[in-house]
Nanobody, 115 residues
Framework: VQLAESGGGLVQAGDSLNVSCTAS????????MGWYRQVPGGEERELVA??????RINYGASVKGRFTISRINDTVVLQMNNLKPEDTNIYYC???????????WGQGTQVTVSS
């Protein structure tokens, strides 16, 4: 499975931006798709939003109410509203074959929010 990301870029605080990701599948069902970003000052990645087959959606605490994730087939879109400078980060598309694991990662797309 390969994940192709698009979107991202430079915006001002308060603006909106979309990032999208399409999975090229080898015929396997991709249960979970979503987005993660780097934890500030660390190497771990934190949850931004994920959506699973049969509608389970999860958001990170810092983006809840501002970001919306949606999925059509094997394309997932993250709509980011009211962006803040602290949202500046590399956003990684993620996909999992179950609800509980991330099996594939995209290359990442840069989102920069200026104050």
């Amino acid at each position: 499975v390969q994940l192709a990301e698009s979107g991202g870029g430079l915006v001002q605080a308060g603006d909106s931006l979309n990032v999208s990701c399409t999975a090229s599948s080898t015929g396997r069902e991709i249960t979970l798709m979503g987005w993660y970003r780097q934890v500030p000052g660390g190497e771990e990645r934190e949850l931004v939003a994920t959506t699973a087959i049969r509608g389970r959606i999860n958001y990170g605490a810092s983006v809840k109410g501002r970001f919306t994730i949606s999925r059509i087939n094997d394309t997932v879109v993250l709509q980011m509203n009211n962006l803040k400078p602290e949202d500046t980060n590399i956003y990684y598309c993620a996909a999992g074959l179950s609800h509980y694991t991330i099996d594939y990662w995209g290359q990442g797309t840069q989102v920069t929010v200026s104050s």
